[in-house]
């Protein structure tokens, strides 16, 4: 069950707070991506990297940051811009390269809620 | 917009019996189409792939078939088992400027009675 580590499992946000989601990998993966899972709505793609040092945007990405300043991690930043926060964070890997966005290995997820 | 869509949202069928999943997508371009499964409160997996120049391909009891020209792809999973009950997820993976993006299916609940 290991290879692409992400914690903690849950996390509670009060208000007008940041919150740090963290996710480790030692598959030694080029790409990582950061979903959002909402009941009914499928995986929405938040942020990716391809390569360290480098990250893009997705389709839902305002009120998050995130950082790659190590190919094993990519932690993601719930701000207090986000204003619906509250869902299950997967964290992805892939190696990448000519394969990216192909067999992804997903972490175990985060449960973030808002007090 | 660049969207797959995903039905039905709830299957439930008896053990033993077959079960089909359809998705569509709308960019003719995309080239590559995963399946995953997410079980009860663990992380989504693939099960099977597919890419543009293959019409189908079987593992054992799953099967994906791909029509390109009506651009939809489906899952079919021969005699079920209780622990085939899960969330099934399609997905595939349009062009966006040099990128290619993976998105996905909203998901589809297969319950397996006994």
């Known amino acids: 069950d290991g290879g692409i580590t992400q914690s903690p499992k849950y996390l509670f946000r009060k208000e007008g707070q940041n919150v740090t989601l963290s996710c480790e990998q030692n598959l030694n993966h080029d790409a990582m991506y950061w979903y959002r899972q909402d009941p009914g709505q499928g995986l929405r793609l938040i942020y990716y990297s391809q390569i360290v040092n480098d990250f893009q945007k997705g389709d839902i990405a305002e009120g998050y940051s995130v950082s790659r300043e190590k190919k094993e991690s990519f932690p993601l930043t719930v701000t207090s811009a986000q204003k619906n926060p509250t869902a299950f964070y997967l964290c992805?890997?892939?190696?990448?390269?000519?394969?990216?966005?192909?067999?992804?290995?997903f972490g175990s997820g985060t449960q973030l809620s808002v007090l | 917009g660049e969207n797959v869509e995903q039905h039905p949202s709830t299957l439930s069928v008896q053990e033993g019996d077959s079960a089909v999943i359809k998705c569509t997508y709308s960019?003719?371009?995309?080239?590559?189409f995963p399946w995953y499964k997410q079980e009860l409160g663990k992380r989504p997996q693939l099960i099977i792939d597919?890419?543009?120049?293959?019409g189908e391909k079987k593992d054992q009891r799953i099967a994906v078939t791909l029509n390109k020209t009506a651009k939809h792809f489906s899952l079919h999973i021969t005699e079920t088992q209780p622990e085939d009950s899960a969330v099934y997820f399609c997905a595939a993976r349009i062009f966006s400027g040099n990128t290619g993006k993976l998105i996905f299916g909203q998901g589809t609940t297969l319950q397996v009675k006994p």
């Open positions: 992805a890997s892939s190696i990448g390269s000519q394969t990216f966005n192909e067999k992804l290995f």
């Open positions: 597919i890419r543009s120049n293959v």
């Open positions: 960019d003719s371009a995309s080239n590559y």
